[in-house]
């Protein structure tokens, strides 16, 4: 399927992939990237949780009125989408700013054999 | 449902009104379609689009996708017939695409070429990784092309006039012509020139409707919701959680399934996985989502204020006895507000998001077919590019008939409904090997093939044995049960939830664990390291076509 034989080292002895993946370069690109994603993953996910929890056994807590007849569960309801678009902005703020330029800066040593 | 087309007498609109915009819009975007078409010429034009569409082109064709008839139709008629409970559909949709834009997106896009497949089998055993992950495609593909057409049936005698179930059949069989010939002129770039048409069109229309509900109601929300629940039979239940959902514990376990399978179904599905390698790089891949998220948001947005419009203007007695159900609440609240133009609108709109889903899932599950089954398991790799796309092209005219037949039979479904088994199907066969394969060393065939065909089997042989088939609720009044299977002599269901997804989800994840412990098979440390390292930098991705 891919185009790109398995290398024990690159083109132009550049390192191969299982040398860039043990690089410590890399080690720490990875680990920029799970240390973002994995947290920020459960935590939305919890928060979904919670409300789908509330919704299902806590149904007069969420019929709570709070201005007029807006109540708990819709803004609750609406926060989900507020967190959604926050959490959508920051990771691709990170991921722009953060991540991009440290994985081009791998690219960069990778070419040059500095890795 | 067929019986009740006599009953609702309650005629709207005009038939040729409707028919005429409809044409109109067919006319624009196969004109579009066929100038699209003058570029494509190798299989990455057909199956990607060149991956030269920008972010933002891209982002909004996928939540034209995404923003399909259960979106527009299905989300607004449950707001307006079972209030609270319906908007948490919208939720559960819009939440999930958080899992695709941090842990799917942009991976898939640096390790992939055409289908999911490609990264599901990239470290594995291509043959029998493939095949699995193709099976899935093609069942999820088509349960999600079974909710369409659906919803295809269900309007058509409301929108068109058309009289009895002849009418409603030729339609379908309308709907499904015009969508092969996208997508065999149009390949993927013809189809995504229909989803961005088609999601302008559909943001337009709902932002209009919005504005008009809302500045009706002195644009208060809480007067809106306030006129609505006084429409409503059980008063001001609806605007709290469990009118459809919470009465029974059983009920609340089905929702939990549900809330399940709507979060982590998105980044399983393969129209969508699909979409992402129609642009250049993996940075456009994140922009497509952050656009997407935000459109899809928005949308839901006003679905909530459409179904509770709905609710209060047309209120819940008139959009059930309407022809097409609950699917009928949007294009009658769009009758009550703009009178017969604006129906004919949001009737194109409708069936404009019928037709560029539909050829969404055919372009994907023929792709499927062509390169995944027919280059890789049965040619073993030694094909033309060129005969695999004359495959595919094939595959897209049978899968276009499939559908067609698969409409007419199930076009009095809910279609909401049907999505979300999409959904718990995708949730359960894809979600956990994209997820192993992508994060997890050790994973490996067989993990791989007992979480597909696990998750798969087994979110599918709960379905067949829940209420959704046989034994649902009996109706007083038709004294017909609420499955698939009316006659309520014939019940065989022994499972009692309607979503499968809290017993098929976890089990797919446990089998895929199970699978890679107990196999003596030593992952491929080689293709693991090009996998990670492709993954997150970017290299050896596969680049755009330049004309």
Not at chain 2, 257 to 265: K, Y
Not at chain 2, 305 to 317: N, R, S, T, Y
């Amino acid at each position: 399927m891919s185009t790109t034989p398995t290398r024990a080292t690159g083109p132009g002895g550049t390192a191969g992939y299982q040398q860039v993946q043990a690089s410590a370069e890399f080690a720490l690109l990875r680990s920029r990237f799970r240390r973002f994603v994995f947290p920020v993953t459960g935590l939305f996910l919890a928060w979904y949780f919670l409300y789908v929890l509330l919704a299902a056994y806590a149904r007069d807590v969420m019929a709570h009125p709070l201005v007029g007849n807006i109540n708990v569960g819709l803004v609750l309801g609406l926060l989900q989408f507020v967190s959604t678009f926050a959490i959508t902005m920051w990771y691709a703020r990170w991921a722009d700013r953060q991540f991009d330029p440290t994985a081009e800066k791998l690219r960069e040593h990778w070419e040059r054999g500095e890795l | 449902m067929k019986a009740f087309a006599t009953v609702a007498a309650d005629k709207v609109g005009n038939p040729t009104v409707n028919i005429t915009i409809f044409a109109i819009f067919v006319a624009v975007t196969l004109t579009i379609v066929v100038r699209a078409a003058r570029t494509n010429r190798s299989a990455a034009d057909y199956y990607a689009g060149g991956r030269a569409f920008s972010g933002r082109q891209n982002g909004i064709a996928i939540s034209g996708d995404y923003l399909s008839a259960a979106s527009f139709l299905g989300i607004a008629g449950a707001i307006a017939t079972s209030g609270y409970d319906g908007f948490m559909y919208s939720i559960g949709f819009l939440v999930a695409w958080l899992v695709a834009l941090l842990l799917v997106a942009e991976l898939l896009r640096n390790t992939g070429k055409f289908t999911m497949a490609d990264v599901l089998s990239f470290r594995l055993r291509q043959g029998p990784v493939r095949t699995a992950a193709a099976i899935s495609t093609l069942v999820v593909s088509l349960f999600y092309l079974l909710a369409q057409m659906a919803g295809a049936g269900g309007l058509v005698n409301l929108l068109l006039g058309v009289e009895g179930s002849t009418g409603q059949n030729v339609t379908i069989a309308v709907v499904g012509i015009l969508m092969i010939f996208y997508v065999l002129v149009g390949g993927m770039k013809g189809t995504t020139w229909v989803q961005i048409i088609k999601a302008v069109l559909l943001i337009l229309g709902a932002g209009l409707m919005t504005l008009w509900v809302l500045s009706r109601a002195g644009l208060n929300l809480s007067n809106l919701l306030g006129d609505a629940a006084a429409a409503a039979p059980k008063k001001s239940d609806v605007l709290a959680p469990g009118l459809k959902y919470g009465l029974t514990d059983l009920g609340k376990i089905d929702f939990i399934s549900l809330a399940l399978a709507l979060v982590l179904g998105t980044a399983g599905l393969p129209h969508v996985l699909m979409r992402f390698y129609t642009v250049p790089s993996a940075k456009e891949a994140r922009r497509s989502v952050v656009w997407a998220i935000w459109v899809i948001g928005i949308f839901y947005l006003f679905t909530l204020v459409l179904g509770f419009g709905a609710m209060w203007l047309v209120g819940p007695k008139r959009i059930l006895a309407a022809p097409g159900k609950a699917n009928s609440a949007a294009p009658l609240l769009a009758y009550q507000l703009g009178g017969t133009l604006l129906l004919g609108i949001i009737a194109a709109v409708a069936f404009a998001t019928i037709l560029a889903v539909v050829a969404g899932l055919t372009i994907t599950a023929s792709a499927s077919f062509a390169h995944d089954v027919y280059s890789h398991v049965i040619k073993k790799g030694r094909v033309q590019p060129d005969d695999e796309v004359r495959i595919a092209r094939v595959t897209a005219v049978v899968i276009g008939l499939v559908a067609v037949i698969g409409g007419i039979w199930a076009k009095d479904q809910n279609i909401a409904f049907l999505v979300a088994l999409a959904f718990a199907v995708a949730a359960s066969a894809n979600l956990p090997t994209i997820l192993y394969s992508l994060f997890w060393r050790r994973f490996n065939t067989r993990g791989a093939l007992w979480s597909i065909y696990g998750g798969l089997g087994s979110a599918i042989i709960l379905i067949a044995f829940s209420p959704v088939v046989s034994g649902g609720k009996v109706d007083a009044v038709t004294h017909k049960a609420a499955s698939l299977i009316t006659d309520p002599t014939v019940d065989f269901h022994w499972f009692g939830l309607e979503n499968p997804g809290i017993v098929s989800i976890p089990l797919a994840f446990f089998l895929g664990w199970l699978g890679t412990v107990t196999s003596r098979e030593v992952s491929d440390a080689g293709r693991f390291a090009e996998m990670e390292v492709r993954s997150l930098t970017g290299a050896g991705a596969e680049k755009a076509v330049l004309h």
